[in-house]
């Protein structure tokens, strides 16, 4: 079975290798990594983490807004690695998820999916 | 404790106001979300001023796993079941929001350090239930009922969790949830046959943070529900709308004939009212309304958020903590259509008036408020939920949250931050963690209810 390389840029860049048909959190916690962690079925953002290069699949997630993906915000429980990727990991990745919404609110295709307006495209 | 020829707490409200002074303090104490990776935890206070150890943290009960987020809990048995010499307040339920574990602690054998007892697992709770995330935990006699705030999954409106005094489950409690969008907290009053529930979020969108604009988009409540209590089924929807967006703390008066109630409105900043009429109709009003305040940095200005609201043993008293602007209110609501403003205090907030209180830097504002029996001490604690700290107070991670005590004028009304008392969780010995709700050995002003 093809196993991919975790690269976890702010744990002096560990190598870890990963099933992909299992969660990211499952994999990396199974080999030691520590991780915080909440509700374990892509919901409460308590394991996000910044996705450096790479590409995952976390369509189970429901946690992000447009904003936090486009920021490169992954959803380590749910998350399922694609190809390499390289992640920092832990609240230290979290410089950018959190943010006053009354000082910095959310435009309209910021919002999470379900309620976001598409951006039109430019013409 | 006081005399008494039966089970648990007192036989009226006006019997818990005489009960001796509270010694002990448990509050919920967090790590989860500050980067600090070890468990949430249980923290016992000493709150005897002849003590040594006054206002100091004298045992942590760490839970087992990580990420818990503990946040509010409830007693096993309260005056509900006074009656029953076979029942005893020992138990402590400690829900986690996030892994939806029961932590069930026993605060009875030694008071000053508790013991875990048992746990419900959150993943045995979603497998027989459907049920996720752990609010309010209210006994009734000798069972127990918590709101659920969600499904397995995450997704509104959840339901009520019913455990039997042994801490089995038993299956969900409500025989239906009618047209409820959101769930949170209830209290009942039966002599009323009545339960009355509110709305926060879906635990899908709490969660994550609080994104402004999915109040525009209905994904925050609005409502309130007035439930037939021994049918199990909602009977009655109030629809606040903008005066009463996110309805959070349900607090019905202590006195078990009185149909009043009240609800603090957290983003419209406004407290409910709720009583019924001479037809029998429940009605609804606003009786205080929290004006937006200016802010130097701010392009609009700030809102209260009302966190939390409780009322005082004899039903004379309302308080509630801004937690964005940083006071807490005393309101006289003898006469309960007329609130009158009788006491303010601050403690950090967006506004700055009170940065510093006794020493300590107060990094969020004021949020969980517990009085005690007699309603001369409030204790209060600054931390909300760890997301939405990390939203609109990050220095909280590096700072920690901190306790306060506020000394209540129960004559004329009026309220004073007590020099003498402050816990520092800054200071915890692994690092600063955040404190949310406390309770008191002999119940309190949010455990007891009248059947």
């Not at chain 1, 450096?52 to 447009?66: D, M, P, R, Y």
């Not at chain 2, 980067?35 to 040594?52: E, M, N």
């Not at chain 2, 306060?404 to 009026?414: I, Y």
Request: charged share 20%; with cysteine.
């Amino acid at each position: 079975m093809t196993q991919h390389r975790i690269t976890i840029a702010n744990r002096d860049n560990a190598v870890y290798r990963v099933d992909p048909h299992k969660p990211l959190l499952t994999s990396l916690l199974d080999q030691g990594v520590d991780l915080p962690y909440g509700c374990k079925y892509g919901g409460c953002i308590t394991c996000a983490a910044r996705l450096i290069a790479g590409e995952v699949n976390q369509k189970a997630q429901v946690a992000l807004n447009n904003r936090q993906i486009n920021d490169g915000y992954v959803i380590l429980c749910v998350a399922r690695p694609v190809t390499d990727c390289t992640l920092e990991i832990g609240v230290e990745s979290h410089g950018d998820l959190y943010r006053n919404p009354f000082l910095d609110p959310l435009a309209a295709h910021e919002l999470k999916a379900d309620i976001a307006t598409p951006l039109e495209e430019k013409t | 404790m006081t005399e008494h020829c039966c089970g648990p707490g007192y036989a009226s409200p006006s019997e818990a106001m005489q009960a001796p002074r509270e010694k002990l303090l448990y509050t919920i104490a967090i790590y989860t979300g500050t980067g600090i990776q070890k468990p949430d935890y249980l923290c016992t206070i000493d709150a005897d001023p002849d003590s040594p150890t006054y206002s100091q943290v004298i045992s942590r009960l760490e839970m087992p796993g990580i990420g818990d987020e503990l946040h509010h809990m409830g007693w096993n048995a309260c005056s509900s079941c006074h009656g029953d010499a076979d029942m005893e307040r020992k138990y402590l339920i400690v829900p986690g929001v996030r892994s939806t574990n029961l932590h069930i602690v026993d605060c009875g054998t030694d008071p000053r350090n508790p013991a875990l007892h048992k746990i419900v697992k959150g993943s045995d709770i979603k497998a027989r239930t459907n049920l996720s995330a752990p609010h309010t935990v209210h006994c009734l006699g000798s069972e127990i009922i918590i709101s659920m705030l969600g499904d397995a999954k995450g997704n509104a409106p959840g339901g009520y969790l019913h455990l039997n005094k042994d801490f089995e489950i038993v299956g969900r409690w409500e025989n239906s949830m009618g047209d409820i969008k959101f769930g949170y907290d209830f209290w009942y009053q039966p002599r009323h046959n009545v339960m009355v529930s509110s709305e926060w979020a879906a635990p899908n969108t709490f969660m994550p943070g609080f994104d402004l604009e999915e109040v525009g988009h209905l994904k925050y409540g609005r409502e309130l529900h007035f439930w037939d209590f021994e049918k199990r089924e909602p009977k009655q929807t109030m629809y606040l709308g903008e005066d009463g967006l996110i309805p959070l703390e349900v607090r019905f008066h202590h006195n078990p004939d009185s149909s009043h109630g009240f609800v603090g409105a957290a983003l419209s900043a406004n407290i409910i009212h709720w009583w019924k009429d001479a037809a029998g109709e429940w009605q609804w009003e606003k009786i205080v309304d929290v004006g937006n305040e200016p802010h130097p940095e701010w392009p609009i200005p700030v809102p209260g958020v009302i966190s939390v609201i409780l009322l005082s043993m004899d039903d004379r008293f309302l308080y509630l903590c801004n937690w964005l602007h940083g006071d807490i209110r005393q309101y006289d609501i003898s006469d309960p259509h007329n609130a009158k403003l009788t006491g303010q205090v601050w403690m950090g907030g967006l506004l700055d008036k009170a940065p510093f209180v006794n020493g300590v830097k107060v990094t969020g504002g004021p949020q969980m408020i517990q009085l005690s029996l007699d309603g001369k001490r409030l204790y209060v604690t600054t931390s909300l939920f760890s997301t939405w700290d990390n939203q609109f107070y990050p220095e909280i991670r590096t700072n920690g949250g901190c306790m306060l005590m506020v000394n209540c004028d129960t004559e004329t009304g009026g309220m004073e931050i007590d020099p003498n008392f402050v816990v520092d969780f800054g200071k915890e010995p692994n690092g600063p963690s955040r404190c949310h709700e406390t309770r008191y050995p002999g119940g309190d002003c949010t455990s007891d209810i009248w059947v």
